[in-house]
């Protein structure tokens, strides 16, 4: 693993997304361009892990934002589970003018789905905007994907700087809103619910299991396959 930035050790408002999708599409040059405002125009493939941080006001609240980059090639494919596990946030990348990048994303995404939460956040990104006259994946294709699974799409260029913010900016304001959702029915909820001492600080923490498990746990009640 290795960082440009230091991890916080304490952040009231700390979330964590994870940017993910085939080589090439432009995740690191989107992380780059949102947390310095830079594009790199021959920047390399990122092996292994890497995260960037940033601080940032959320309706007038501020947060931390700790976004983990993963390596694109096929053969970084099996990313640790904790890289997904405690994510409030996953980026699905492809490339507008790349058709297998699209195609293959299905496969990160079944991938987050066995370790993410239940209550993370997905977003669809189609970057490389700027490079629409070689456009190979329509936006009526990706909307559909997107809809289909429970999220929104955005397409981006990393180059031009092109609704990158806003792509990041609606995510965290999705976190966002789920975790005062959250924090308003905690006391309706006692079950699965812990508090962990900090001091003079209590930190309530939910106990809650990966999707694909909850999944197959319905599938069963059901009798459904």
């Known amino acids: 693993m290795s960082s440009s930035d230091e991890i916080p050790i304490e952040y009231e408002n700390l979330f964590k997304l994870v940017i993910v999708g085939t080589s090439g599409v432009g995740k690191t040059n989107l992380l780059t ?13 990122t092996i292994g892990l ?10 007038n609240v501020e947060v931390m934002a700790q976004i983990w ?10 990313i640790p589970p904790t890289t997904y596990r405690g994510s409030h946030g996953v980026i699905l990348t492809y490339a507008i003018n790349d ?11 079944e991938i987050a789905l066995q370790y993410c939460l239940t209550d993370t956040k997905f977003l669809l990104v189609g970057n490389k905007k700027d490079l ?26 990393a180059k031009s700087s092109e609704n990158v913010e806003l792509a990041f900016i609606t995510l965290l304001k999705q976190i966002f809103d789920e ?23 209590s930190i309530v923490i939910k ?3 990966p999707k694909r498990e909850i999944r197959e746990e319905r599938k069963k009640e059901t ?3």
């Not at 947390?35 to 493939?45: G, K, R």
């Not at 890497?50 to 309706?59: A, D, V, Y």
């Not at 190979?136 to 699974?149: D, P, R, T």
């Open 99 to 109: 058709m297998n990048s699209f195609t293959g994303l299905h496969a990160w995404y």
């Open 69 to 78: 980059d993963t390596a694109g090639q096929e053969k970084f494919r099996a």
């Open 132 to 157: 629409d006259s070689d456009r190979a994946v329509g936006f009526e294709l990706a909307q559909k994907y997107a809809k289909e699974h429970g999220m929104l799409l955005i397409e981006t260029s």
């Open 33 to 45: 361009r949102f947390c310095d405002n830079e594009f790199l125009s021959s920047s390399m493939s």
């Open 223 to 225: 009798g459904c396959c």
């Open 50 to 59: 890497e995260f960037r941080t940033k601080k940032l006001q959320i309706k």
């Open 179 to 201: 975790q005062i959702l959250k924090n308003n029915q905690i006391n309706d909820e006692n079950q699965n619910v812990k508090k962990v001492s900090n001091g003079s600080n």
């Open 207 to 209: 106990s809650e299991k």
